[in-house]
């Protein structure tokens, strides 16, 4: 048992020696998306071509919802549900600062101002009683992003919308085919986003994706940016089919080829990737590690694997737990989104360049401290990251449970040799 053998960091073999290349590999295309790329190519049409809408038939199936709308990215998708929801210059959102910076940043461009809020610990989605305490007589809005595949504490959050009339925006870029009580994220809020850019995990390579049952947020969102569909709209919105608002956010057909094969497959894929990260998640957890397994009422999905370790209860800190599994073979690094209100975008206020707000008054524009959200901080910092292991077999996830092992029946010896060695 390799477990028994010395670290590999103090000199002994490696616990990972198998190839983790196939069992990781993301995103996975075959022949399947080849035929179905190669069918818009010859039709000819990549501008308009039907696959668009067909893709757009797909997740109103999948998701059961009344209005899909395909985008360009998701970062655009964000922009039009900002928009979709009626966000007006001064308008403020809460959001959470341990996102990807698009669902978050787009809003600049309506004029609305994040305000940023902690995040929980238990699933790390925004925290409900901290948004709380934030909310004021302009709060109009609040971003909900299921981070990592996990979703977020929803019963609180949709209480708290409803008791301060709320407008939800779902961003649901890491959780497609997840669920909450047996209803999926995506179908939670008002309006909800999913980005379909190359690492998701149903990607189209560039490609966003709004769904909404609401027609005003749905026609405002065609309005802002798929002129040609203005056209088919009912009613008065009719009369800017000519210009829209400005924008051009409509999808590539050859991405809407590429993005029905892998809705199709995305189900499946989830519950192979689901059940080698619940097995080690399992095990980790033996060792003291938070995996962030889901409560019975959640289904979640694994855009990435996160985990906690807390270095107070160890010799080891982080950095030696990374280079230690590093040595053992493992595939580790730390999270990938640095938090938003410590960038300068805000900390030195260069949000104020962005239309709306050149014509507010200065004095009036928020400050963004970098050491407003403390708990955030410190929670981002305990996490690592570890591969997905999408189809992986048994024997590659072995040998990370015996790397873990190994490194923490030896994280004493390891953090005390490290410790000379940096002294
Ligand atoms: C949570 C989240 N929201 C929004 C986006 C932006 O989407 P896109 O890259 O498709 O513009 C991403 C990432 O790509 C994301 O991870």
Redesign the pocket.
Known sequence: MSNNETAAILGGPRAVTLDGSAGNRWPLITEEEEQSVLAVLRDGDLSLHQATRELEDDYRDFFGIRHTLAHC??????LAAFFGVGLKPGDEVLVPSA??W??VVPMLWVGAIPVFCESELDRLGIDPADAETKITSRTRAIVI?H?WGMPSKMTELLQLAKKYDLKVIE?A??APGATWCGRKCGTLGDVS?F???T??LAPAG???MLLTDDDEIYERAICLGDVMRIIELPGPAQRIAATSFGMKTRMAPLSAAVARIQLKHLDRRNEKRNRNLTYLSEELEKLGFQTFLPPPHINRVY?EFLIRYCPESSELSIDGLVEALTAEGCEISYPRYPLLHQQPLFTEGLFAEIGPFAAMDKTKLPRYLPNALPKTEKANGDLIRLPTFPFAEMPLLRQYVDAAQKVMNQSHQIGLTRANALA
């Open positions: 990215n998701g970062t655009a998708a964000l996102t990807h698009a669902s992003v981070l961003d870029s890491h986003v980005s379909l850019q690492s998701k560039e490609g966003g855009f």
